[in-house]
């Protein structure tokens, strides 16, 4: 149940009425005694004696509006807000004049309990009451709005269909942040167990209170006594999908070090599973009350956890990581200093020089004068979701999404609607690549115990863009061991690289996001081999492209050794560079200028359409537009040469389209 700003004036209030017994609206000298009893322990935070004795006033006095207003506000202390809103609606009833702010407070508590028209009723209540201040007004109508908009949602469901997903995954513990990797063949999320503790106590047997170890040794009256204690802890677990059985293998826990004796939580996995960023609370070289870590996995083992360190981790509370596909943009949620409200989301990049850039806020209308947290950036590095207080919804803290612009700024963002959101905080919430089924933590009935991890088909309204994912292995070409490289995608029309991935030094394996739409390259790079490139065009009207299974061979930078321009375009019979070439060509340049000493041949190839002579000219011609722009950036002539080979060497068969097509290539060899 939300606690705001509210408690505060109920302590003025408290403080009001303790000094002004004698104005209270009983007669009744006994009803008086018990009511000043109960504000005392009330000012103690003994609420349960607190409620005991406000209940002997009213029994003896059943119209003593003050008791009704301080039992009603004790009561909401004990997070008991059924019985809360009958002590204020009997207060109202009886004298609201005296603190109509009471009445507000009855809304809100209505609202919590998803008791929207009730709500809707007590603020238009709420606001016959003259209201000076003009903050107290403007929430005040923001609250009755709230209230509208959440029997709006409430009145047009949308389709959800919660799957819990078994006992293989779920348990009586409290399960939630769910992710999974990119090819969703892993998922990993955090549980919070439960273990009674024994401590022992030195006490005051007078007064039950605890005794320093001074106290203890000069005091007559003091006791040894030992109690029981819970102990809650946040640990990672991990589980597999089985094709066979097409279910989630039983979970484990993830291994040390990810798994220590210290909390770990809100995780944060990247598409190639290979990184995994953490929430990390409390640790002894902290910077703060919770700071944000990273681990790298070689082969199947996972390294020791470290902090990112400043300027991501302060003193502040910073959590709740979501790494972006592109493997280098961070989104987080904190309460450091420069944020519009409570928690933001902020960003930062990872530079080329290794560090961090300093985060920046998300801004308006991302954040609010509330709560943001629990950000989720999708596989399409364009949908973001996220968790709210602040935007108008059915709960506390509701679910939202919104949509990159294509000039970098960020959409309205939308609520999921009912009754995916409802009026529990909603939190924990994740969606696949395929952008069509989703994730979320719920403690609804029916469940293994506490919060339980659900799957469900996400409506279209709010789905982000469908991606797949490119997995394959890297080796040297001669020895075929592993090779451990950097991978990119590059959005040929935009020059931008939509999503960074490493091969792994152990196994030479890799995976890597592919965007649902467009024209993309890959390229591999390896210090002392040649580089390789491939192509991917992806055309529009589809959902889900198929997942891509590549094997590489590199090559070391030696004499002969021959590649493959697979981004280099031309126009049908033309020999002018296209637009979508900048991105392979300036990667060329970059291989030049980081081996100096080497010299090399282009060479141009076509299919067997045309005549020969035409095919030899057109292949020269294109050999030449190459050679021109590596000498325009600078590479010196005496280190290339061209030259065409026409229809002279194909690589695959002229009898299907597929094989001209291979057929039509620029190609570089090392002389």
């Known amino acids: 149940m939300k606690k705001?700003?509210?408690?505060?004036?109920?302590?003025?209030?408290?403080?009001?009425?303790?000094?002004?017994?004698?104005?209270?609206?009983?007669?009744?000298?006994?009803?008086?005694?018990?009511?000043?009893?109960?504000?005392?322990?009330?000012d103690r935070n003994e609420f349960a004696?607190?409620?005991?004795?406000?209940?002997?006033?009213?029994?003896?006095?059943?119209?003593?509006?003050?008791?009704?207003?301080?039992?009603?506000?004790?009561?909401?202390?004990?997070?008991?807000?059924?019985?809360?809103?009958?002590?204020?609606?009997?207060?109202?009833?009886?004298?609201?004049?005296?603190?109509?702010?009471?009445?507000?407070?009855?809304?809100?508590?209505?609202?919590?309990?998803?008791?929207?028209e009730e709500a809707e009723q007590s603020f238009l209540k709420y606001l016959t009451f003259p209201i000076r201040n003009p903050e107290v007004r403007e929430r005040a109508n923001a609250s009755l709005l709230r209230a509208r908009t959440a029997i709006l949602f409430r009145n047009n469901p949308v389709p959800f269909e919660p799957i819990?997903?078994?006992?293989?995954?779920?348990?009586?513990?409290?399960?939630?942040?769910?992710?999974?990797?990119?090819?969703?063949?892993?998922?990993?999320?955090?549980?919070?167990?439960?273990?009674?503790?024994?401590?022992?106590?030195?006490?005051?047997?007078?007064?039950?209170?605890?005794?320093?170890?001074?106290?203890?040794?000069?005091?007559?009256?003091?006791?040894?006594?030992?109690?029981?204690?819970?102990?809650?802890?946040?640990?990672?677990?991990?589980?597999?999908?089985?094709?066979?059985?097409?279910?989630?293998?039983?979970?484990?826990r993830m291994p040390h070090p990810i798994t220590s004796d210290d909390n770990e939580g809100a995780p944060s996995i990247s598409p190639d599973g290979r990184y995994l960023f953490f929430a990390g609370c409390n640790r002894r070289y902290g910077m703060g009350s919770c700071d944000i870590y990273v681990s790298r996995r070689v082969g199947d083992t996972w390294g020791r956890p470290f902090s990112l360190g400043h300027p991501i981790n302060t003193r502040a509370w910073e959590s709740q990581p979501s790494i972006a596909p592109d493997g280098v943009t961070l989104f987080f949620a904190s309460n450091r200093p420069g944020g519009m409200g409570g928690t933001d989301i902020w960003m930062s990049v990872l530079q080329d020089n290794g560090l961090w850039s300093e985060p920046v806020n998300l801004g308006y209308p991302i954040n609010t004068s509330g709560n943001e947290s629990a950000p989720f950036i999708h596989y399409d590095n364009q949908t973001l979701y996220f968790v709210s207080d602040g935007h108008p919804g059915l709960g506390a803290r509701d679910i939202f999404v919104s949509r990159r612009n294509?000039?970098?700024?960020?959409?309205?963002?939308?609520?999921?609607?009912?009754?995916?959101?409802?009026?529990?905080?909603?939190?924990?919430?994740?969606?696949?690549?395929?952008?069509?089924?989703?994730?979320?933590?719920?403690?609804?009935?029916?469940?293994?115990g506490g919060l339980d991890l659900y799957t469900f088909e996400l409506h279209r309204d709010v789905r982000p863009l469908a991606v797949s994912y490119l997995r394959g292995n890297l080796f040297d070409a001669r020895t075929h061991l592993p090779l451990q490289a950097n991978l990119e995608i590059i959005n040929l029309r935009t020059g931008q690289v939509v999503a960074r991935a490493e091969a792994d030094e152990a196994t030479g394996d890799f995976m890597v996001t592919l965007p649902s739409d467009g024209s993309y390259a890959l390229n591999i790079s390896r210090d002392g081999y040649l580089f390789h490139s491939e192509h991917f065009e992806f055309t529009d009207g589809y959902e889900q492209i198929q997942p891509i299974t590549l094997d590489i061979p590199l090559s070391q930078i030696q004499v002969?050794?021959?590649?493959?321009?697979?981004?280099?375009?031309?126009?049908?019979?033309?020999?002018?560079?296209?637009?979508?070439?900048?991105?392979?060509?300036?990667?060329?340049?970059?291989?030049?200028?980081?081996?100096?000493?080497?010299?090399?041949?282009?060479?141009?190839h076509t299919d067997n359409v045309g005549s020969v002579a035409f095919n030899q000219r057109l292949s020269e011609n294109r050999a030449r537009s190459v050679y021109d722009f590596l000498i325009e950036r600078g590479i010196r002539s005496e280190r290339l040469q061209f030259a065409g080979y026409g229809m002279a060497r194909p690589i695959a068969p002229n009898d299907t389209p597929e094989g001209r097509a291979q057929n039509r290539r620029t190609e570089i060899q090392i002389l």
């Open 560 to 604: 002969g050794e021959t590649i493959v321009l697979r981004n280099i375009f031309f126009a049908t019979a033309e020999f002018a560079l296209q637009p979508e070439s900048i991105q392979e060509l300036e990667r060329l340049v970059r291989f030049m200028n980081n081996n100096p000493t080497i010299r090399i041949e282009i060479s141009g």
């Open 406 to 448: 294509p000039d970098g700024t960020w959409g309205q963002p939308v609520n999921l609607g009912y009754p995916i959101n409802t009026h529990r905080d909603e939190s924990s919430f994740f969606v696949n690549s395929a952008g069509n089924m989703a994730f979320i933590s719920s403690n609804r009935a029916g469940g293994k």
């Open 49 to 116: 004696q607190a409620v005991a004795l406000f209940r002997r006033a009213l029994d003896v006095d059943p119209d003593f509006a003050e008791a009704w207003l301080m039992l009603g506000e004790a009561f909401e202390r004990k997070e008991m807000p059924d019985s809360a809103i009958v002590a204020y609606r009997r207060f109202s009833e009886l004298n609201p004049n005296i603190h109509p702010r009471a009445i507000y407070r009855m809304g809100d508590l209505q609202f919590s309990l998803g008791r929207y």
């Open 164 to 252: 819990n997903l078994g006992d293989s995954i779920n348990s009586a513990m409290d399960e939630y942040f769910p992710v999974l990797t990119v090819d969703q063949r892993m998922m990993i999320f955090t549980r919070r167990t439960r273990t009674e503790i024994e401590r022992t106590y030195t006490i005051d047997r007078r007064t039950g209170r605890a005794l320093g170890a001074g106290m203890a040794a000069n005091s007559i009256h003091a006791v040894t006594v030992t109690r029981q204690h819970e102990h809650r802890r946040e640990d990672f677990y991990f589980s597999t999908f089985c094709d066979e059985t097409e279910t989630w293998r039983r979970a484990e």
């Open 4 to 42: 705001i700003g509210f408690f505060l004036l109920f302590c003025v209030l408290t403080v009001a009425l303790y000094s002004q017994a004698r104005s209270l609206s009983t007669n009744s000298s006994r009803a008086e005694r018990f009511y000043t009893d109960g504000l005392r322990e009330y």
